[in-house]
C-alpha cells in the first residue's frame, strides 16, 4: 500500500521510510506548530515534486504527482491547504488567492485539493444545478469544448453555512471541482470531521476537478482519537505505479514442520528413491509441460515441491515447531495498564462520537 500523508497545524514529527515537504508559518509563540508538512513513501519521490512559484501563501503547498511514474492519464497537481478562520490575523483572501493557483494548474493537468478548510457548507450545491435552462442566445457565448456540470449529489451530517463555506461554494463553480465528502462510498453520509467542546462541524475536506472523479475509488473520513480534535479523511486514488521496490513486503505463510537428518537418513532416502511411488512422481515432473506464466510456475513449484516432502517424511525425522506467543514491543515505560485501559475508553467512545456526533452526552464524558 502507498501511502501519500498531508498534515495542517500539526507538530512535525521524524519518520522513518518517508520523505517530507512542508511550510512552516513564522513563530509568534513559544511550541512549534502551525503551517503544513506532506509525508510520503520514500519509493514515492522520483514520482513526486513540490511545485514552486506558484503560493506565496505559507497556508498551501503544491506537488506534482507525475502521470509517467504513477500510470496516469494526467499529471496531478495536489494541494495541501490551510484555511484560517475569517477571524484569525493570518487569513488573507485564501479563497480568492487559491482560485487563481488553481487557474494556473489547471490547464497542466487534474487538481486535488485536501485540508481544512474552516468552511462548512452543509448540503448546499457545488455545481449549477439548472445549468440546461440557459437561453439559447446564452448559450451561442459558450466555447464549443465547453462542458456541462455533472450533477451528482451529496450528503452532510453539518447542516450549517458559514461565510466560509460560501467562498468554497462558490470556488468550486469557478473552478470546476467536487466536494469528495458525502459522495463516495467511505462517507456516503457526509461525517462530520471536527469535534470542539462546543459542537461539531465538518471542515475538513478533499476536492477533485470533475475529470479526476472516475479516478477515485475511495474516500473515507476516520474516528476521532486522543491525539487531534480533527479526524483524518483519507481518499484512494487507481493508479498503476511504475516502478519496483527493493524491499519485499510479503508475509509468507511459516511452516508447520522442518525435518532433521540423521545418520539413517542417507539409506531411508536411497530406498524411498526406488519406490514405483516417487518414481512416479518424478516421472510426472519430468513429462509435464508447464506454462510459461505466473501460474505455470506456481504449478511447477508445487509439484516439485510435493516430491521434496515425500522424500523427506520418509528419510528424516519431523520436528514439529511450537507456536509461541508474540511479545509486546515497544512499550513505553511510563504506559502501564491504566493508560492503555484508558486510551481503549477514549477509542470506543470515539467510535461512539462518530455515529452520534452531536451527541452532547458522549463529548462531556
Known sequence: MYQFTSVTQEKKAASENYNSSERS????SKRYSGGIIVYYKSTLHKGISEVLNVTKSDNRLWLKLDKFFFGLK????????YIPPLSSTYFNDDFILLENEISKLSSKGNILIIGDLN???????????????????LLNLL????????????NSLDKVLNPHGKQLIDLCIASRLRILNGRFVGDLFGNVTCYKHNGSSTVDYALSDMDLMSSIE?????EPTYLSDHVPISVILKCNICHTEHKSHKNF????????????SRDKMIEVLGENFIKQQIRDFEDSQFEQTFSGIDKATSDIKNIFESLANKSCKIVRYKKVKQKILNRKPWVDHEVRDLKKTIKAIGAKLRREPFNLELKSS
Open 74 to 81: 494526467k499529471d496531478i497537481y495536489v494541494c495541501a491547504c
Open 253 to 264: 505463510t511459516q511452516i508447520g514442520v522442518k525435518y532433521r537428518w540423521e545418520n539413517t
Open 218 to 222: 475511495y474516500f473515507y473520513i476516520g
Open 25 to 28: 508559518i513564522k513563530l509568534r
Open 119 to 137: 468552511a462548512r457548507v452543509s448540503n448546499h450545491l457545488d455545481f449549477i444545478s439548472d445549468e440546461n435552462n440557459i437561453h439559447d442566445d
Open 143 to 154: 466555447p464549443d469544448d465547453y462542458l456541462g456540470d455533472s450533477h451528482i449529489y451529496r
